[in-house]
């Protein structure tokens, strides 16, 4: 069946450094969503893309849709301790009309 | 303040018993869902409603039953043939019928653990 990875499973930095979780697709994508999940909470919205090479960025966080719809990023540049969490991506299932499939998630933690 | 509530936020039940999880949405959204997040796992789709009193099954609907007479409303009974039911609940609600564009609005969860 149709899959979303997401790598790594867990990325350890020390404050101020860069971060990146890739999430692939074994659809093409209408469009792909990030969520983030802070320790003991609930996965929060945070962006959809539609457009392929789509990149957004909010403050320190950029995302990226691939050329092929089928592949996305999100970049954190100088990571800070309120970005600790487990960020997920998602996808359509059957890439456009069924019900969202998730990514295992990525779980960052940041070194003060 | 609109939202989701989802309750109660700790639950422990003995082996044998069934137990629901109440999940009430202000937002006026047409869908709802239940989601299951064991560590490690992501999230898996248990049941989904698109509309009142109509639901489908998910992903790992097994030893998981629903109903939705409300619109508001959405909860989970988690039977006692659920295998291994201790686990993280998160119900969910999007804007309109469930499509793939849809983003989707959490609880703050219930943990469930079973003794």
């Known amino acids: 069946g149709q899959q979303v990875m997401q790598i790594p499973q867990y990325q350890h930095v020390q404050e101020g450094e860069d971060f990146t979780t890739y999430c692939n697709s074994s659809?093409?994508?209408?469009?792909i969503q990030w969520y983030k999940q802070r320790p003991g909470g609930h996965p929060v919205f945070l962006i959809q893309?539609?457009?392929?090479?789509e990149v957004k960025k909010q403050k320190r966080l950029t995302f990226q849709f691939g050329e092929a719809k089928k592949n996305s990023s999100l970049h954190i540049t100088a990571t800070q301790t309120t970005d600790v969490g487990t960020y997920f991506c998602?996808?359509?299932?059957?890439?456009?009309?069924?019900?969202?499939?998730f990514g295992k998630g990525t779980k960052l933690s940041v070194k003060p | 303040d609109g939202g989701i509530t989802q309750s109660p936020k700790y639950l422990f039940r003995k082996e044998g018993q069934n137990v629901t999880l109440s999940c009430e949405q202000n937002?006026?959204?047409?869908?709802m869902y239940w989601y299951r997040q064991d560590p490690g796992q992501g999230l898996r789709l248990i049941y989904y409603?698109?509309?009142?009193?109509?639901?489908q099954k998910g992903d790992i609907a097994e030893g998981y039953s629903v109903s939705r007479e409300k619109k508001e409303s959405f909860p989970l009974t988690v039977t006692s043939a659920q295998k291994n039911p201790t686990a993280f609940y998160l119900c969910?609600?999007?804007?309109?019928?469930?499509?793939?564009?849809?983003?989707?609005?959490f609880g703050a969860g219930s943990r469930l653990t079973v003794l």
């Open positions: 969910a609600s999007s804007i309109g019928q469930t499509s793939g564009a849809n983003v989707l609005t």
């Open positions: 659809t093409t994508l209408s469009n």
């Open positions: 893309l539609v457009k392929s090479g």
């Open positions: 998602a996808g359509p299932e059957g890439g456009s009309q069924g019900n969202l499939i």
């Open positions: 937002l006026n959204h047409d869908a």
């Open positions: 409603s698109q509309i009142v009193n109509d639901f």
